[in-house]
């Protein structure tokens, strides 16, 4: 029998959905779905369509799904995050103190600007990328020097002009790769670049949250294997591990920056026991992200196509989402989605305002926001 893509997200999604009750031993899952007592709505009305957290719709493997649900009857201990360091770093080919995991990669973003909090120092970044960690650094006193990434109709990070930003008093350097919300990418050439061109008192940080969505392709964990002491690279489970709502992610580094990182956070209750479990499943089940790139692939060609067949400029890169640009329309068809119960995030949030940002969905989703959108433009 012939099973559509749709077919065969809609029974996966159902069997990842249906996956705790049938562990649980009960032999009639529909019965045991409509005895549950809790609401998981998170505050979305029925029917909402979500697409504005980058989230993986296909769910997590089934190995991370069963690894979570071993490790649950043990909540009432702390899983002691260290101990699974020496796993994230066998499967990074890492020494395990280069490796310091984290209440998502956001725990380890939000705790280095406080590493570096002197006085009239700065952080230089792209203006049009996620802003969590330059948030800290400005409320800590340290001021951010944003460097505009637009460029002929897309976004593309002007690394001279960057570099061009730094001084005596520049602390950090960020750099988002893949980017959020552009999906920009840099080449490993070009981050060895900034790596060298960088003052090595500068502490360069590679966010690379989306970075397996990339295939095969060299990252910065590949500079640290090369030597480079002054850069931190930050990934995590949350993207095409489908681990979010597990928050668990990790920073690699010289052990000196992961130690000024630990004194202030990233300590041992910072993963918890069902990302813990979680987690050594998604190791055990590498292929899975594979199929998650697979997917996105595809569901970045339907968007482009569509978006092409409405006229309307669309960027993307490897990662889960789309910008779209709608140019001062972008309100009104935010609020008009919204209407819908289609959940998108407007450009404001990383000074794009002319865009929205649409995360991928499953395919009926995707169908569901470009009937809605058509009907909008």
Same mark, same amino acid.
């Given at each position: ?33 409509? #005895? ?22 296909? @769910? ?6 069963? @690894? ?13 995050? #260290?101990?699974?360091?020496? #796993? ?7 020494? *395990? ?23 009239? @120092? ?82 360069? *940080? ?81 292929? #899975? ?17 569509e978006c092409d067949r409405l006229g309307l400029n669309s960027v993307a890169g490897p990662s889960p989402f789309v910008l779209i640009e709608l140019g001062d329309r972008s309100d009104a068809i935010h609020q008009a989605l919204l209407e819908r119960k289609i959940f998108v995030t407007h450009g404001s949030t990383w000074q794009v305002p002319d865009?929205?940002? *649409? ?19």
């Amino acid at each position: 029998m012939n099973v559509s893509r749709r077919q065969f997200l809609g029974r996966s999604a159902a069997a990842a959905a249906l996956a705790p009750f049938a562990l649980a031993g009960t032999s009639d899952p529909c019965e045991a779905a409509a #005895h549950a007592e809790f609401d998981l709505s998170m505050g979305f009305p029925d029917g909402a369509i979500r697409l504005n957290y980058n989230e993986n719709v296909l @769910g997590p493997s089934p190995k991370a799904i069963e @690894g979570a649900l071993a490790a649950v009857p043990g909540s009432s201990r702390y899983a002691l995050s #260290h101990t699974l360091a020496p #796993h994230v770093a066998d499967y990074l080919g890492l020494d *395990v103190d280069w490796v310091l995991m984290g209440t998502g990669s956001t725990e380890l973003l939000r705790i280095a600007p406080i590493t570096r909090a002197h006085s009239g @120092g700065n952080v230089v970044a792209a203006r049009e990328t996620w802003g969590g960690m330059l948030a800290v650094a400005e409320n800590i006193g340290l001021s951010v020097r944003r460097v505009d990434m637009r460029d002929n109709g897309g976004f593309s990070y002007n690394v001279d002009r960057m570099l061009a930003a730094v001084d005596s008093a520049t602390q950090i350097f960020l750099i988002v790769t893949p980017n959020n919300p552009t999906g920009t990418t840099l080449t490993y050439e070009q981050i060895k670049s900034i790596a060298d061109a960088l003052p090595k008192d500068v502490l360069f *940080v590679l966010d690379q949250a989306y970075v397996d969505y990339q295939a095969d392709a060299p990252t910065g964990i590949d500079l640290l294997k090369e030597g480079y002491k002054n850069v931190l690279v930050t990934q995590t489970f949350s993207k095409a591990h489908a681990l979010a709502g597990l928050r668990c992610g990790y920073g690699a580094a010289h052990p000196d920056i992961l130690k000024a990182i630990a004194g202030l956070g990233c300590g041992p209750a910072s993963v918890n026991m069902a990302a813990y479990g979680a987690v050594l499943g998604a190791l055990s089940d590498l292929e #899975h992200a594979g199929r998650s790139r697979e997917y996105v692939q595809e569901c970045r060609k339907y968007l482009k196509r569509e978006c092409d067949r409405l006229g309307l400029n669309s960027v993307a890169g490897p990662s889960p989402f789309v910008l779209i640009e709608l140019g001062d329309r972008s309100d009104a068809i935010h609020q008009a989605l919204l209407e819908r119960k289609i959940f998108v995030t407007h450009g404001s949030t990383w000074q794009v305002p002319d865009y929205l940002r *649409v995360s991928y969905g499953l395919e009926s989703e995707n169908e569901a926001f470009i009937a809605a959108l058509r009907s909008l433009v």
